[in-house]
């Protein structure tokens, strides 16, 4: 059993050494690997625009961008890596609303923001998600006794991971210098299974059980699903 303790399970595809069922079990200094850290320069071309209409009062403004040979980590590859374009869009939305049994003084501001991404490249071997990634954000937020009492509620989901989050918040300016901030971030997302890698570095040291030849990954808003707090603000400036 001491052998287990420093031995390393590869995938079982043949191309990690397996033999289709099960994987080759090596000692941990013959499967080790080299990690690379490197900030490599983008290239990104984007147009941006916004008008505003008078249809349904609302303001619009988005950005399209085009971002070339991005790396994205590649579990079917031997080096663990695969660079794609990536083509994103990006659109937000505006419309101050008169709701008189909320607020008879002020508008409502709502806001939504949509974030879509396409790798076209994509392969199920990735650990991301793809190869349309979709992300929206919508706010609404209004003031109270002359914009002394401000109150937003904002709420962002991941469409891809299931992921995202509840964030409301209260804001009570006694002057122009001087405001008091109480708020609430609550988070929630999922694990999601992916392939392992063929020669990962830091991989679990054995394999064994049900999920032998699964990973897990977390993606979108679902690494912080664990963070909800509680939060109280004071503000001064000078």
Known sequence: MAL???????????????????????????????????????????LSFDVAEDTF????????TWIGEIPFRDNDEFDGRRSSNTFNLTLSVDRPTFINFLN??????????WF???IPDYRDSWPSNGPLNVLATFTATTGYFQDRLLMTVTTV??????????????????????????????FWGREQTATPPIAGVGDPPFRAG???NTDFVESGLSPIRERDEVFFRLRYTY
Do not use: C, M
Not at 11 to 19: D, L
């Open 57 to 64: 009062k609302t303001n619009w403004s988005g950005e399209i």
């Open 116 to 118: 879509f991404q396409y």
């Open 4 to 46: 287990y303790a420093i031995a390393h399970t590869t995938r079982r595809t043949i191309r990690a050494g397996g033999n289709g069922q099960y994987g080759r079990i090596d000692s941990d200094w013959h499967v080790s690997g080299d990690g690379v850290l490197r900030y490599q320069k983008r290239n990104v071309l984007g």
């Open 157 to 186: 989901y991941d469409f891809g991971s299931n992921s995202g989050g509840f964030l409301p918040s209260v804001t009570w300016r006694f002057s122009g210098n001087f405001s008091v901030v109480f708020g609430l971030a609550n």
């Open 210 to 212: 049900a999920f032998y």
């Open 104 to 113: 008879s003084n002020r508008t409502i501001l709502f806001n939504t923001q």
